[in-house]
């Protein structure tokens, strides 16, 4: 499964090349997915993502205009790419 968002809260100290952008997206993929919920689903608006690990498994949540959780064995990161982000989430 794969999870696509965009953060305005930038890296510390990103690329020289990113100067221009104002936001980051970020894709991940979870594999080995054990137990899933989605519970609202809006294309836009704001959510809060947490991620962690327990117990040799990575949990995460969303909550906002997205409510999902999720228990998988691994997870890894497809991209990461800076934006340039315009208007309001």
């Known amino acids: 499964m794969r999870l696509s968002f965009i953060?305005?809260?930038l890296p510390y100290r990103p690329p020289a090349?990113?100067?221009?952008?104002?936001a980051?997206?970020?894709?991940?993929?979870?594999?080995a997915?054990?137990?899933i919920s989605l519970r609202k689903f809006r294309s836009h608006g704001l959510s809060?993502?947490?991620?962690w690990d327990e117990d040799g498994k990575i949990l995460l949540t969303c909550e906002g205009a997205v409510r999902l959780s999720l228990t998988c064995r691994w997870m890894r990161i497809?991209?990461?790419t800076g934006v340039l982000q315009s208007g309001s989430l």
Do not use: D, H, P, Q
């Not at 090349?17 to 104002?22: G, I, L, Q, S, V």
């Open 7 to 9: 953060s305005t809260v």
């Open 17 to 22: 090349k990113w100067r221009e952008f104002n």
């Open 24 to 31: 980051v997206s970020f894709t991940l993929e979870f594999m």
């Open 33 to 35: 997915v054990e137990t």
């Open 48 to 51: 809060a993502i947490r991620m």
């Open 78 to 80: 497809i991209g990461i």
